[in-house]
């Protein structure tokens, strides 16, 4: 995927880690155990182009990794709750409630919201090298002083969901490759610096995940190579239409989610 100026503008004033909504259908796979996927647009599928109808602005995708997880491990049920947009609170108020208690294996994916995704994207497409460097390090400091107390309660809601479910904790990947790069203005120094983020918050998510007592699936090292203006990208750039940018793409999560996360669950 190459890259206009333009679109990057555009993009930079509404990339989030999707449009949060509310909306919780199930989708029935097949064999044993019962499924529950919920987080954020990262979960959801936005990225992949493809989504069901009836998922509205929560965009779920039937190429999204919770959906090749439920169709490669043949479970009975698959609840597809993750939605586009949501934060810790977007996921309390309207995912939580909807954890059947006899889930057998949840995979949670959120917190990119909660610390500043999309206003980290938009400083560091458009400003300086040293707005991009303030712009994300606001968000580690959101992630080290906010955040774990938000994934904490996260973590207690879904346990308490399902007491006795398999969880699974899911990472970000670092969103960029270093060197070449056909997006104007988006040098090495910003895009090395939003990866640094990225490790912050890896580290944050890990170590509630671990307190909790839930495995932690950790994309960084399968998606290296493949980040925005990588080759393959398994993460799109500035894009049309603008949600898909800086998502992963069918790619990323067909070779790089959905094998990191078979690993943590068997």
Not at 109 to 136: H, P, R, S
Not at 189 to 215: H, M, T, W, Y
Request: aromatic share 6%; charged share 20%.
């Amino acid at each position: 995927m190459r890259c206009r100026l333009g679109v990057a503008r555009a993009v930079a004033v509404t990339v989030a880690i999707g449009t949060s909504a509310i909306g919780a259908p199930a989708f029935a796979a097949q064999a044993d155990g019962n499924y529950v996927a919920v987080g954020d647009s990262f979960a959801s599928g936005t990225g992949t182009r493809d989504y069901f109808e009836d998922s509205g602005n929560c965009l779920r995708s039937p190429k999204a990794y919770p959906q090749l997880l439920a169709d490669a491990q043949g479970a009975a049920s698959f609840t597809f709750l993750a939605c586009s947009g949501a934060t810790t609170d977007d996921l309390n108020a309207d995912q939580l409630g909807s954890i059947p208690s006899d889930a057998t294996l949840i995979t949670v994916q959120i917190g990119g919201n909660d610390i500043g995704f999309a206003g980290v994207i938009q400083n560091c497409l458009l400003g300086t090298d040293e707005i991009c460097d303030g712009a994300v390090a606001d968000g580690e400091a959101k992630a080290r002083d906010e955040l774990p107390a938000k994934l904490k309660s996260t973590y207690e809601g879904i346990r308490s969901a399902a007491p006795d479910a398999e969880v699974v904790v899911v990472g970000y990947p670092r969103i960029n490759e270093l060197g070449d790069c056909a997006i104007p203005g988006y040098t090495d120094a910003k895009r090395d610096r939003i990866n640094a983020g990225a490790d912050v918050l890896a580290e944050v998510i890990s170590e509630e995940a671990e307190s909790a007592g839930f495995d932690f699936a950790d994309p960084r090292s399968a998606f290296d190579g493949h980040g925005v203006c990588g080759s393959p990208e398994w993460i799109n750039g500035p894009s049309t239409p603008l949600q898909e940018s800086f998502h992963p793409n069918v790619d990323g999560h067909s070779e790089g989610y959905l094998p990191v996360v078979q690993s943590v669950t068997g």
